[in-house]
C-alpha cells in the first residue's frame, strides 16, 4: 500500500493534442496492509495518457526502480 510519495522531475511530451506522455520520479514509501513498517523506494516512472472530451484518461503506467535505489522484498 502506497503510504507517501514525492514527484518530481517532471517531463510531459504532447505527441500530439489528445496525447501526453510523461516521465518523471517518485519518492515513495510503500508498506504492507496491516503492516506499520514501510519500505522507501524510489522510482523512474512514465505514464501515457490520451484525451476523451474534456476528460485525461491514464492508458498505460509503467515504474522500475531508480538506479542504486533499494528494492522491496
Known amino acids: 500500500m ?3 510519495f514525492e514527484l518530481s522531475d517532471m517531463n ?3 505527441p500530439n ?3 501526453a506522455v510523461l516521465t518523471y520520479r ?3 514509501k510503500v508498506s504492507q496492509r496491516g503492516n506499520g ?6 522510482m523512474n516512472d512514465t ?11 491514464c ?3 509503467t515504474e522500475t526502480p531508480a538506479a ?3 528494492k522491496m522484498n
Do not use: Y
Open 37 to 42: 513498517k514501510g519500505v522507501a523506494q524510489e
Open 68 to 70: 542504486g535505489a533499494p
Open 17 to 19: 493534442d489528445a496525447t
Open 2 to 4: 502506497l503510504t507517501d
Open 12 to 14: 510531459p511530451v504532447f
Open 59 to 61: 492508458v498505460m503506467h
Open 26 to 28: 517518485v519518492k515513495q
Open 47 to 57: 505514464s501515457t495518457w490520451i484525451r476523451q472530451g474534456d476528460d485525461w484518461r
